[in-house]
């Protein structure tokens, strides 16, 4: 089936970095979305993104976080600075109508 | 509040009996989807199910929107399927955004 990916795997940075997570969508999709999900809790939506602009965004996404995909290139989510609670895996998504969704394997990242 | 509760929140099988988990939400949903989620923490989109029955494998999703509640049936479990399982839903706000659930945990023992 269609595949997103996700790079890095794992991102381990202290405190008060920048840190840049990339998801390489499925190819002629359009909707994209980030998640977030701490260890042993549930899993928790952060932004939607379509034609270049957020389109929704949860109380999670704060003002550190933002998202942009140049060019049509890599679906990005970048944390500057990065808090410790910043620390979990955040999984991309991408859907070509807005309906099913397909999800990379996450990026783990720890904060230290 | 919990817009998305699952239930149970765990389960254990003997390889081969059948499992039964229950998704309830508490708003309208206009997409529901089942997910699978690795012990490793990989997920895998199993079924997308907003409304009726859907099967594939030995799964089988019915979902009843009035009631707002959904159910994955697993047949035949295998050992290979532990893990938890996920149910999410988008909430019809305009924008497609998954709110899922705390999963129930399935263990299957041979």
């Known amino acids: 089936g269609p595949k997103v990916l996700q790079i890095p795997s794992h991102q381990i940075i202290d405190m008060g970095q920048m840190v840049t997570l990339n998801c390489d969508p499925v190819s002629n999709h359009l909707y994209f979305y980030w998640y977030k999900q701490i260890l042993g809790q549930q899993m928790e939506f952060l932004v939607n993104?379509?034609?270049?602009?957020?389109?929704?965004k949860s109380k999670l996404f704060k003002d550190q976080f933002s998202v942009e995909r140049p060019d049509g290139s890599y679906f990005t989510l970048k944390i500057q600075p990065t808090a410790l609670e910043d620390s979990a895996v955040y999984f991309c998504a991408s859907s070509p109508t807005g309906d099913t969704q397909y999800f990379g394997p996450g990026t783990r990242l720890l904060v230290l | 509040g919990q817009q998305v509760q699952q239930s149970p929140s765990s389960l254990v099988l003997q390889e081969g009996e059948n499992a039964e988990l229950q998704c309830n939400f508490s708003?309208?949903?206009?997409?529901l989807q089942w997910f699978y989620q690795s012990p490793g923490g990989s997920l895998v989109s199993l079924l997308s199910n907003p409304s009726g029955t859907k099967h594939t494998g030995r799964l089988t999703s019915t979902t009843v929107t009035k009631e707002r509640r959904s159910s994955l049936h697993i047949s035949s479990s295998q050992t290979t399927d532990s893990g938890t399982y996920l149910c999410a839903i988008d909430l019809d706000t305009g924008y497609q955004n998954f709110y899922f659930g705390k999963g129930t945990s399935l263990t299957v023992i041979p």
């Open positions: 708003s309208t949903a206009t997409q």
């Open positions: 993104f379509y034609n270049g602009k957020v389109m929704e």
